[in-house]
Each structure stands twice: as structure tokens, then as C-alpha cells.
């Protein structure tokens, strides 16, 4: 199983509503990613987990709130959120290719509008 | 702050024909990647380079990686249509796991029948 599957697929709602994304990979990957990615820009990297722990998190409001509770799962908790925070979110997964390097496996994308 | 510049923004190019796409980046790393990405679809991994003088061919893509120059490039031979996409670059500035992938700023490339 070389995919890594993310719902809901789409997302709206209001700037006082809490939602959650949740993204799942079964290739055993250790790392795993979420970035943010506006229409015609590339991803932003937001947060990064390794071995379950957050180990990066570039600067990201606290509105959005990064949760893994296994090695397969990783959930963003979003709550007041703002009209400029639409956009495709992405998780990604990665492991070591064997050859020192990470091929990343990104999942579909929850395309999210705050109204 | 860590920059990485694709050029060019956007490419229009008849089928059968040749281009190249360039990458700059700002610091040092070993790792570059290519992503390709369609229109309303996530982002599917094209080739993973790792030193200096690295080149990998998959079909009519082909890409390079000259670290000394923090330049990647990805070459198209011959283009057919569905090679139209926005093409991205990407450094990876971190150690073994959890990696910082930094992306390019992206080519969008149509390829005219």
C-alpha cells in the first residue's frame, strides 16, 4: 500500500467552527507532514512529525493545532480559523529510500473554504 | 532566508520540441527533488537526486543536480501533452526524519499539440 489517503476531501466552514483533518498512511513512513498550498503557489511546510514527536513547526498560528496519535495517523485541529487561511492542505508522508534521500508521498488534499 | 527560484514561471511549448527548467537554491544541500503536480491534484514525485553530478531519466524527463552551483535542472525531450503541469523543485535542508522541504517557486507548463 503506497498511498496516503486524507479526508474529508473537501472542507467548509465558518471562522468560529472546529474541524479536523486527518491523514492516514500504512507504508510505515516515520515522518510526517502538513503543508498549506494557495491556488498557483507551491506548499508551504507547516509542521513535521518524526517518530510521533513534532519537530518542526514553521511559525504556524495556533489556530492550527497538529496531532499525531499513532505512527499512521496525523490529525490538524482547526478552530477560528480566518478567511485567508483557505486552501489546499496537504499531508505527506516519507522514509529513508535506502539511498540516504526521502521520496515524499503526498495524499489528495483537503481543499478547505472559511467562510 | 532560504530561497528557491524555478525559472521560468511559465512555459509554453510546442509538442516535439526541447526545453530545460532551472532551479536555484540558496544553501547548501546534498538533496533536491522533483514534484509534478496537475491541476486540482496533489503532488506526484518525480526524481530524487543526491550529489553532486547526479542525473536520473525517467522516460522523456530528465533531471541533474550540480551542488557546487545549487543548480537542478529537468529536461524535456521531446514534450507530448500530458507533460502539461506545474513542475516543482524542492530542498530538503534537514537530517534523516522530519526532514524541511523547501519548494521552488513553480514552472507551469503547457505543452501545445
Known amino acids: 500500500d503506497t498511498e496516503v489517503t486524507q479526508t474529508p476531501k473537501h472542507l467548509v466552514m465558518g471562522m468560529t467552527n472546529k474541524k479536523s483533518l486527518k491523514c492516514e498512511q500504512h507504508m510505515g513512513h516515520r515522518a510526517m507532514y502538513w503543508y498549506k498550498q494557495k491556488a498557483k503557489k507551491p506548499p508551504e511546510l507547516m509542521f513535521v512529525y518524526s517518530y510521533e514527536k513534532l519537530s518542526i513547526n514553521e511559525s504556524v498560528p495556533s489556530r492550527f493545532s497538529p496531532e499525531c496519535p499513532n505512527s499512521s495517523l496525523l490529525n490538524l485541529h482547526l478552530h477560528a480559523l480566518q478567511p485567508e487561511d483557505s486552501a489546499l492542505y496537504l499531508c505527506?508522508?516519507?522514509?529513508?529510500?535506502?539511498?540516504?534521500?526521502?521520496?515524499?508521498?503526498f495524499g489528495p488534499g483537503t481543499r478547505l473554504l472559511v467562510l | 532566508e532560504l530561497k528557491v527560484e524555478q525559472n521560468p514561471l511559465f512555459l509554453s511549448m510546442q509538442e516535439g520540441k526541447n526545453y530545460t527548467i532551472y532551479c536555484n537554491y540558496s544553501t547548501t544541500s546534498d538533496r533536491l527533488y522533483w514534484y509534478r503536480q496537475n491541476p486540482g491534484k496533489s503532488l506526484e514525485s518525480l526524481f530524487v537526486?543526491?550529489?553532486?553530478?547526479a542525473v536520473k531519466q525517467e522516460g522523456r524527463l530528465m533531471a541533474s543536480l550540480d551542488t557546487k552551483a545549487r543548480l537542478s535542472t529537468l529536461h524535456i525531450t521531446a514534450a507530448v501533452h500530458d507533460l502539461s503541469a506545474t513542475y516543482f523543485c524542492a530542498v530538503d535542508t534537514g537530517g534523516n526524519t522530519g526532514n524541511q522541504f523547501y519548494f521552488g517557486t513553480g514552472t507551469s507548463l503547457t505543452v501545445i499539440p
Open positions: 537526486l543526491l550529489s553532486n553530478g
Open positions: 505527506a508522508s516519507s522514509q529513508d529510500d535506502g539511498a540516504g534521500g526521502l521520496a515524499q508521498y
